[in-house]
């Protein structure tokens, strides 16, 4: 019986290799999870044909040497993510039979090292919502708690790891898609520093703020599979090398805690969670300081104008006419008119009709240019915290997961869940959300997540501080 509660990646790959199971054996174990949990969480929305064949080449590394720490793990990859062959969907009407034509970076990364790629998880239409409600597949539901939300968009990779139905996942996180269900599940999630890791392949929502991330039960597995994905890509453009920014040695981080940030719609039991997080820290040994980002406040309301605009740029494309949902119609204006009415749920078509609005002629300036204007301001704020400190430490989210159909029909309610995790994208950051305690409601324990924001570049500080914060009892 393979525990699977408590695999790590190292622990995996050492049972690989003394051949204490085969990797048949592990994605058998898997698949028994999904089959039992599944049907109720809806965080997969297709489990692949082909995971055995998948599994059966990973063992020929093992038998012939080359296996390295990824080779037979299993991973589940967002439905935004392109596996050649496979569906794409996006969690969306418009693309639900799109079969990917070709393998995004970082699937080629994980087909390459032999991990097993289970299959494609829930997330919200488009990548747009903070619930996994807005999804055309259905509602993924906690782990914890099936009243309430897992987060999002990634919330089917979340669950999926939350509910040991893989051991890592892949989401993408433009606002905080990664690290806000990674709280509301009780696991890690991770946003790299824009750039660090290839956007080829991944189905665009918000192109200067999309990263694609992963997520796993532990800093240590996170920081193995960063470190598998990341790289310059000479298919994507805005792709950096892993040295593009100066490190220096830090031996012990100072770490950074905006309080001005903290003050209004923050749950009573976050707080307390927060400053038993500051506590811990201080109890081994680091150094915590109060700073000020006056800009900070600003970053939720930039974020929901150069979003959109990104938004409806991008979905331009899919018309029923080059991609996607083909609406019938007597000319080619019934037709776009239906294939996007219809193929696009409502809070992507919310983000269309927003975006397209702050990018018309006469509101450019007024809106998408002082946006970005105010984008600036916040990067302002953190380059000049960081010549003071190494970290920032906020709470991940404003609350414990919420109910299902809560917030759903509010949409300035959703777009506020992003209030600490949106600044990190804003300013191209990297930032990590790890468990930090529970709440209970109704009989139910509900996670809490506490985040680390570092510098450009520097992931190290987040898994080293990480991992220190998890030794804590």
């Not at 790590?8 to 050492?14: F, L």
């Not at 569906?87 to 390459?112: C, F, M, Q, R």
């Not at 509301?184 to 956007?199: A, E, H």
């Not at 119609?329 to 927003?354: A, P």
């Amino acid at each position: 019986m393979i525990d699977l509660k408590n695999l790590t990646i190292k622990k995996t790959h050492e049972s690989l290799s003394k051949g204490e199971f085969t990797c048949r054996e592990l994605v058998e174990a898997y698949l028994k999870v999904i089959a039992e949990k599944n049907p109720e969480l809806n965080a997969y929305l297709e489990v692949y044909e082909d995971v055995f064949a998948q599994a059966d080449l990973a063992q020929k590394k093992f038998a012939d040497g080359s296996a390295t720490l990824m080779t037979g793990i299993p991973v589940a990859i967002k439905d935004n993510i392109l596996f050649e062959g496979h569906i794409a969907s996006s969690g969306s009407a418009i693309l639900k039979n799109y079969t990917a034509t070709y393998d995004s970076t970082v699937v080629k990364k994980l087909k390459n090292a032999g991990a097993v790629i289970l299959g494609r998880t829930n997330m919200d239409d488009g990548a747009m919502g903070v619930s996994t409600e807005t999804s055309v597949y259905g509602v993924t539901k906690n782990p914890h708690d099936i009243k309430r939300v897992p987060g999002g968009s990634s919330g089917g990779s979340t669950a999926a790891v939350a509910m040991s139905g893989t051991l890592v996942a892949l989401g993408s996180d433009t606002g905080g898609s990664c690290r806000q269900p990674a709280s509301f599940c009780g696991v890690v999630g991770l946003k790299p520093t824009y750039g660090t890791v290839s956007r080829n392949g991944l189905i665009a929502m918000g192109s200067s703020l999309d990263v694609i991330g992963p997520i796993g039960k532990n800093v240590s597995d996170v920081e193995i599979v960063f470190n598998l994905i990341k790289g310059k890509d000479e298919m994507d453009s805005t792709s950096i090398t892993p040295d593009f920014y100066k490190k220096k040695v830090i031996d012990k981080p100072v770490i950074g805690v905006p309080r001005h940030f903290l003050k209004e719609g923050v749950d009573a039991r976050v707080l307390l969670n927060f400053e038993e997080t500051i506590n811990k820290l201080k109890s081994i040994n680091y150094e915590v300081r109060d700073i000020e980002l006056p800009y900070v406040k600003y970053a939720v309301p930039a974020y929901y104008v150069v979003t959109p605009a990104e938004i409806s740029a991008n979905l331009a494309r899919l018309d029923g006419m080059r991609y996607g949902y083909v609406g019938e119609g007597k000319d080619l204006k019934e037709v776009y008119m239906k294939s996007r009415g219809e193929g696009f749920g409502k809070e992507v078509r919310r983000r269309i009709l927003l975006g397209t609005y702050v990018l018309s002629h006469g509101y450019h300036d007024a809106y998408y240019n002082k946006a970005n204007l105010v984008r600036r301001l916040i990067i302002n704020d953190y380059n000049q915290a960081f010549e003071k400190v190494d970290l920032v430490l906020t709470p991940t989210t404003t609350g414990p997961a919420f109910k299902i159909g809560e917030k759903v029909n509010d949409p300035v309610k959703m777009y506020l869940e992003d209030i600490f995790t949106g600044p990190a994208n804003m300013a191209g950051l990297p930032a990590i959300s790890i468990p930090s305690g529970f709440v209970e409601e109704e009989g139910k324990k509900l996670p809490l997540g506490i985040q680390f924001m570092a510098p450009h570049g520097r992931e190290d500080l987040l898994f080293a501080v990480g991992k220190k914060f998890e030794e804590i009892k």
